[in-house]
Nanobody, 121 residues
């Protein structure tokens, strides 16, 4: 079983930065990709950014050039550096892990409980 634990959320003024962390623990025996998603009040959860095992990254259009995803495989931690935050970035941010076995399809492995990010104007 895998556990994800996010941290680093908080309340900041617009234009400031936050760095979220997602610590992965448990049975990590699979080819994995990690991603960040967010959910604002009254809205559906949406993809923010992802990184796969060989370091390929993807970003949602609304965060390009402001957010940066990275991972430290020695510590099993994934980061989301968020710069120039805007009030519309206010949401609960979730970490997600997907696994792929023997070159098959990606399968959801775990979600973290989320961390609140609030950006005030």
């Amino acid at each position: 079983q895998v556990q994800l634990a996010e941290s680093g959320g908080g309340s900041v003024q617009a234009g400031r930065s936050l760095r979220l962390s997602c610590v992965v623990s448990g049975n990590l025996n699979c080819a994995a990709r990690m991603s960040w998603h967010r959910q604002a009040p009254g809205k559906e959860r949406e993809f923010v950014s992802g990184i796969d095992a060989d370091g390929e990254v993807k970003y949602a259009d609304f965060v390009k050039a402001r957010f940066s995803i990275s991972q430290d495989n020695t510590k099993n931690v994934v980061y989301l550096q968020m710069n120039n935050l805007k009030p519309e970035d206010t949401a609960v941010y979730f970490c997600r892990r997907d696994c792929r076995y023997s070159g098959g399809s990606w399968i959801l492995n775990a979600w973290g409980p989320g961390t609140q990010v609030t950006v005030t104007s």
